[in-house]
């Protein structure tokens, strides 16, 4: 099983990224999909999660209208599109595979940083 997030990096305040998580040994398409964050010293949060079959979002209230998660489950890859970001947003972001009680598989993070 491998989930390999990409697309982090440096942005100024107000820019926009696209991070993309590819997962492969696992049923990509009935799997729910989350993206997760953390800051240093803070704990792990939910940004945004897609359930299987791509109908059902939810986000964070401190991203809900500037980031938007969707997926390709003939790419086996979910994204998070991220607009108009803040420095808060700085943390690393990581993907998540998961179908309650049965699996619940990690990437290894991407860093997102957002600095003038």
């Known amino acids: 099983v491998q989930l390999v997030e990409s697309g982090g990096g440096v942005v100024q305040p107000g820019g926009s990224l696209r991070l993309a998580c590819i997962g492969s040994g696992f049923t990509f398409s009935s799997s729910d999909m989350s993206w997760f964050r953390q800051a240093p010293g803070k704990e792990r949060e939910l940004v945004a999660d897609i359930a299987s079959g791509g109908y059902n979002t939810l986000y964070a209230a401190s991203v809900k209208g500037r980031f938007t998660i969707s997926r390709d489950d003939v790419e086996n890859t979910v994204y998070l599109q991220m607009n108009s970001l803040k420095p808060e947003d700085t943390a690393v972001y990581y993907c998540?595979?998961?179908?309650?009680?049965?699996?619940?598989?990690w990437g290894q993070g991407t860093q997102v940083t957002v600095s003038s």
């Open positions: 998540r595979a998961y179908w309650t009680g049965s699996y619940d598989y």
